[in-house]
């Protein structure tokens, strides 16, 4: 009678449990569920097509580049992708990749052109970052007429190059420097080759210059400032891990419609398809993958879901 009591019993108590059980499920997975995924890395970010080893966010191109480059919105071009560098000085819109060259170019938002011209704050990159000043001429503005004397320690202006403070000096805009229309060019100074400080930094403040603009290019224009274009050229380097056959196997993932990238910690190489799966060779090879087992979906705390990020940089 006992055990008949209680098979009963424990029937009887059965839905009860189950419901229990299903709350304890809901409470520990619904926060799993509800987590948005990283967005999977793209070939494009803006106008700019992206390539190894530059990537979109984290996983994507080279672990070298992170956390230095991705694409971020933009928060004065209506909300448009743009990739971005950030280094400890500020964050720098990138408008030019040239992947045959290994250079790259920013346009800093304070930097100073012919049309607008403002006081500057120092710009600099992170020494344990994969890049070094490029191919620009970098032109002082506003600076004590001292830095352009040949008088001891030797200065850092070219003089052969004092044209182009002629010519930027023609521009309106720089009575937003406090210097009047048509200024004395002494108080100009072409920094190139420009190198940057033990910090890191090109730093005006003990220069004692307001303003800077940098000139990629002056085309077939090197007397009109209006038609110059202005921007800071970075040069890249690659590392073992990129080297070493990353070209035929970014390649192989590129020409399959994939992105390459790395899977933290890591950092192994992996082949982003679009969708969703990472491999480790092509996405041709998906539906082999799915069989053998060597092709994978993003998990939190993997590539491609969970990761915790401000813009598109890791929040530490």
Known sequence: MFQLSVSVSLIRETPVMEQLLRIVLILVFAPLLTLAPSPACVDTCGSLSVKYPFGTGVGCGSPRFQPYICCS??????????????????VYP???????????????????????M??????????????????????????????TSKAPPPPICDPSLSHLCASIYTCPSVVSLGLPLFPPTNTCCVYSPANFNTKGELDLHALKC???????????????????????????????????????????????????????????????????????????????????????????????????????????
């Not at 919105?73 to 992708?81: E, N, R």
């Not at 990138?94 to 607008?116: H, R």
């Not at 403002?118 to 503005?141: E, H, K, R, T, V």
């Open 73 to 90: 919105q933009s928060s004065s071009d209506g909300g448009a992708d743009q990739l971005v560098l950030r280094t400890h000085t500020g």
């Open 94 to 116: 990138i408008t030019d990749i040239s992947y045959k060259d290994a250079t790259f170019t920013v346009t800093p938002p304070l930097m100073s052109n012919c049309t607008s």
């Open 118 to 147: 403002q006081p500057s704050p120092n710009l600099g990159l992170d020494w344990a970052s994969p890049f070094q000043l490029g191919p620009s001429a970098f032109i002082l503005l506003a600076c004590p007429p001292s830095l």
């Open 210 to 316: 307001a303003a800077y603009a940098s000139v990629v290019t002056l085309g077939d224009y090197p007397t009109d400032p209006t038609r110059w274009e202005y921007g800071v050229a970075f040069k890249y380097t690659q590392g073992k891990f990129d080297n070493y056959g990353m070209d035929t196997r970014c390649y192989s993932c590129e020409s399959s419609g994939g992105v390459c990238g790395y899977a933290p910690p890591s950092n192994s190489f992996v082949c982003v398809c679009n969708n969703g799966f990472n491999t480790s060779s092509n996405c041709n090879d998906y539906a082999m993958a799915g069989i053998w087992g060597s092709g994978s979906r993003p998990t939190p705390g993997r590539l491609g879901g969970g990761f915790v990020l401000v813009g598109c940089f890791w929040l530490v």
